[in-house]
């Protein structure tokens, strides 16, 4: 793998050892799970990836119990959205940053607000844990299904069961 940016080698050597421990080849896994995680982080780019390993843009539900990092981040909302997250205190998660003057979907504006991302240790964690979410989770089934037999259209799929992304870019 030589001229492979040294992250990017380590997240595909990582996703391959740890993708069997799911059920799930090594290859294609690595190529599929690498390029999710690239396009999820912008090329690892910003505070997310880089400093919290959070390759996937996970946020941090209610229900996760691990590190959190309050982060701002582009989200499209609807007027009522907007208006709930302008009525929260600044700094606040959900709370309102500004308008972005960006193109959203039919009926939403693309604003910036802050939210909870979840933090990990390591980018293994980080790949353990959005393979936990896609074996585990019924909306993915058919995602889980599409990378377990190796088929290429697997991100599509994903897409399709609902991976979460307020923002549609």
Request: glycine share 8%; net charge positive; charged share 20%.
């Amino acid at each position: 793998q030589s001229g492979i940016d040294p992250f990017i080698a380590n997240i595909l050597r990582s996703v391959r050892e740890i993708a069997p421990s799911f059920g799930l080849p090594a290859t294609p896994t690595d190529r599929y799970v690498t390029a999710h995680a690239i396009l999820s982080s912008g090329w690892f780019d910003g505070d997310l990836p880089q400093l919290h390993y959070n390759i996937f843009g996970v946020k941090a539900t209610s229900n996760w119990t691990g590190a959190v990092v309050l982060l701002p981040t582009g989200e499209c909302y609807t007027d009522a959205e907007i208006a709930r997250a302008q009525a929260l205190p600044s700094g606040q998660n959900g709370a309102f940053i500004r308008f972005i003057d960006k193109p959203c979907s039919a009926g939403k504006r693309r604003v910036l607000i802050w939210d909870r991302f979840r933090s990990y240790p390591s980018p293994q964690e980080a790949i353990r844990n959005h393979l936990t979410l896609v074996s585990g989770l019924d909306r993915y089934r058919s995602s889980f299904a599409k990378l377990k037999s190796g088929a290429h259209d697997y991100m599509r799929q994903l897409g399709r069961d609902g991976w979460y992304t307020a923002d549609p870019d």
